[in-house]
């Protein structure tokens, strides 16, 4: 989570000023405190007074400023953090301004000692007690002092136990640190007097060194950091290149679509949809950023009708052969393919390919997508070698201009991983997702849905080599963050359930079995088209559980109405098709037909 929230306050101190923004934080102000006439009060005051260098004394008042902005920032509420982005801009440009001149004036040695007393529940003391030697990460401005005395009176010196522990940290920065994360003593500047107060800027990183009890409350040592490790920068710096010098309200949304918060990014795509003119530069970005949300989150009617629209637009002022035409042709594909119409979809990606390898020299990246999405219609057309033909070009473009734990990479081994797995090389199959999940926890939120994706891709893994309670386990973490970040009749969600019941089946346990099974096709007939090969595939499954209980005639029907259903998108020499047939033969060989 550390980068994704570095480079959002990236993008908010990056967003290019506009009039309305204060308007807008101050509407939302109102709002949050009807009936509140102190508040109120306060809010006239700040719309009539406040200048740019006023931003440290609001911060520091007891009022609706500090309260709604460090609520925002606790609960990582990226929407009312865009509502106060014009005071995040001032307040983090005011302590910039401060930073020199108070490094100046530090004359003795290179480290500055800070200190904060707080109280924290006993699992948070716990995780960093566990934790020596990691990091800590500030996600809001963090209020400090040079005294220690006033921080342990702040810590509540051990009279809230049990319910809160007694926190002190001590901070020891560099003054030679990165003015990318500025930090001033703001004394003379506060609302609060006589606590020699040092405000440090959000995203701060710290070292943690050392965790002790010391006179009834919890003394905690930390060194700033300028940064995580190399690879993480490296990382970093990459996607800083890909968000530009002037970011949009666009980029917040790609940003949040990134980060997996679909509804998120949704709701910023629809305000800029009811704001912006039809003709308007960005909308065509506007209707294919809806068109990925609507993709992820498996609403593929949806999802085809906004990107066709953003693509409608594009071709009205780019030419054939711009990038933004094939990247609208990369993922039309790819709803076709979710949908099972590979035919479609892989003749979409050829069109995507044959204008990206004209403009391959500007930027190859796009290449990574292409290839990788090529090989996976592959793989679901069972030609095995195709596919990994295709993941071989994407992994070795990849490699030469993507930092090594990009995401992307990621993809693509978790999909060479599944071709892997088909081919029975399970050695191999592991070894892919693991290196897939592990840049997927480096560099994702450990609740995105791709992380979710490699849990399924390892517990599958399991599944063939008969390790069912291993299976089980990986495919729960699964469960666990579909359930987390999907709607409730997500195909990924039907997917899932599908795979535990497979488990179930493994281990003789029909009931349970079933159950998955039917919660399954609940959702895949809510969220896929009638002829889906995945629905085919669900109906066969519940026909080997009335096969496990020995009722043949309805095992028969189902696997019967799966090869109906799966003939409508795949060829009659696919592997499936054959799967389906040959269960067809077994039961009429059981019922004696």
């Keep these: 989570m550390y980068m994704w929230l570095q480079l959002l306050i990236d993008i908010l101190l990056r967003i290019p000023r506009t009039i309305d923004a204060r308007g807008d934080m101050l509407k939302i102000c109102r709002s949050q405190y009807v009936g509140n006439d102190i508040e109120q009060k306060n809010i006239n005051d700040f719309e009539s007074s406040y200048s740019l260098n006023d931003a440290v004394l609001w911060y520091t008042r007891d009022t609706f400023v500090y309260r709604l902005l460090n609520k925002a920032f606790r609960t990582e509420d990226i929407e009312l953090l865009f509502q106060f982005r014009f005071f995040i801009v001032d307040l983090y440009e005011q302590l910039k301004r401060l930073h020199a001149e108070f490094v100046i004036l530090q004359s003795e040695g290179h480290i500055i000692t800070v200190y904060r007393g707080q109280l924290m529940v006993t699992d948070e003391l716990n995780k960093l007690h566990q934790n020596i030697g990691g990091l800590i990460l500030f996600n809001t401005f963090v209020s400090t002092t040079t005294d220690l005395s006033i921080a342990i009176i702040y810590s509540g010196e051990g009279g809230s136990r049990p319910l809160f522990e007694s926190v002190v940290f001590q901070m020891d920065i560099d003054k030679t640190s990165s003015a990318e994360k500025p930090f001033a003593n703001i004394e003379k500047l506060s609302a609060i007097e006589d606590e020699k107060e040092v405000l440090l800027s959000m995203g701060s990183i710290f070292l943690i060194e050392s965790v002790e009890f010391r006179n009834n409350y919890w003394h905690i040592k930390l060194t700033l950091c300028d940064e995580q490790n190399e690879k993480l920068k490296s990382l970093a710096t990459h996607y800083k ?47 294919h950023g809806l068109g990925l949300v609507h993709l992820d989150k498996g609403n593929y009617s949806s999802a085809l009708s906004y990107l066709n629209k953003g693509l409608k637009l594009r071709l009205l002022t780019l030419s054939p052969n711009h990038s933004d035409i094939a990247q609208s042709y990369n993922d039309i594909a790819e709803v076709y393919r979710s949908e099972g119409d590979y035919e479609e979809a892989l003749n979409l990606h050829q069109k995507a390919l044959d204008i990206r390898q004209t403009a391959s020299a500007t930027n190859q990246s796009d290449l990574v997508e292409t290839y990788n999405n090529m090989g996976l219609l592959h793989d679901f057309r069972e030609e095995l070698s195709d596919a990994l033909n295709n993941y071989s070009k994407a992994i070795d473009i990849g490699l030469k ?68 309670e291993k299976a089980l386990a990986y495919y ?21 359930y599908h795979n535990i019941g497979h488990v179930y089946l493994k281990m003789e346990k029909a009931e349970k079995a079933m159950e998955c099974f039917q919660e399954t096709l609940e959702i895949q007939n809510i969220a896929l088209p009638k002829f889906h090969p995945h629905l085919g595939e669900t109906y066969s499954s519940i026909g080997i ?16 109405k799966a090869l109906e259903t799966a003939s409508h998108s795949l060829p009659s020499t696919h592997k499936t098709i054959l799967k389906f047939k040959s269960r067809m033969e077994k039961m009429k060989e059981k019922l004696m037909l």
């Design 401 to 468: 201009i993507l930092p090594d734990n990009h995401p992307q990479l990621a993809v693509v081994y978790l999909n060479i991983g599944n071709t892997y797995r088909k081919l029975e090389d399970y050695q191999h199959a592991l070894k892919y997702r693991e290196q897939a999940l592990n840049i997927f926890l480096q560099s994702l939120p450990s609740n995105h849905t791709e992380v979710s994706n490699t849990y399924l891709g390892i517990g599958s893994v399991y599944l063939y080599e008969q390790e069912y």
């Design 241 to 287: 290149r890909k968000i530009g010098q002037t970011p949009t309200v666009v980029t917040l949304a790609d940003h949040l679509w990134s980060m997996g918060e679909y509804d998120k990014a949704e709701r910023f795509y629809l305000m800029l949809l009811t704001h912006l003119s039809d003709n308007h530069e960005l909308m065509p970005f506007v209707h």
């Design 476 to 496: 729960e973490k699964s469960l666990e963050i579909d359930r987390q970040m999907l709607q409730p009749d997500h195909p990924d969600l039907a997917l899932t």
């Design 545 to 560: 559980v009335h096969e496990k209980n020995s009722d043949y005639k309805k095992a028969l029907q189902y696997h019967e």
